[in-house]
Nanobody
């Protein structure tokens, strides 16, 4: 079992920055792949960024150059640094963990077994 707790969401004006954190605990084998997803009402959950335990990362085209995913293994914490935020980045952001390499490649939510409760990010234009 893996437990995930997100923090760091909030409200910010367009062009601003936020950093999300996700504290992870439990089975390390179950979180060899981690990622950030986001969801708005009425839409499917979409992948934002994923990272492997060796540090390799992937990003959705919509956030490339603006968002950075990273992890501190000593603190068992996953981060998402979000810069140059836009109104369309407004969503509930979720931390996810899994052990399927496909999830890292395809940003497919179904490949992630564990999820946090989510943290709201609101960007005003």
């Amino acid at each position: 079992q893996v437990q995930l707790v997100e923090s760091g969401g909030g409200s910010v004006q367009a062009g601003g920055s936020l950093r999300l954190s996700c504290a992870a605990s439990g089975d390390t084998g179950g979180r060899s792949v981690m990622g950030w997803f986001r969801q708005t009402p009425g839409k499917e959950r979409e992948g934002v960024a994923t990272i492997l335990s060796d540090g390799r990362t992937r990003y959705a085209d919509s956030v490339k150059g603006r968002f950075t995913i990273s992890q501190d293994n000593a603190k068992n914490t996953l981060y998402l640094q979000m810069n140059s935020l836009k109104a369309e980045d407004t969503a509930m952001y979720y931390c996810a963990a899994g052990s399927n390499y496909v999830g890292w490649i395809l940003f497919r939510a179904a490949e992630f077994a564990y999820w946090g409760q989510g943290t709201q990010v609101t960007v005003s234009s």
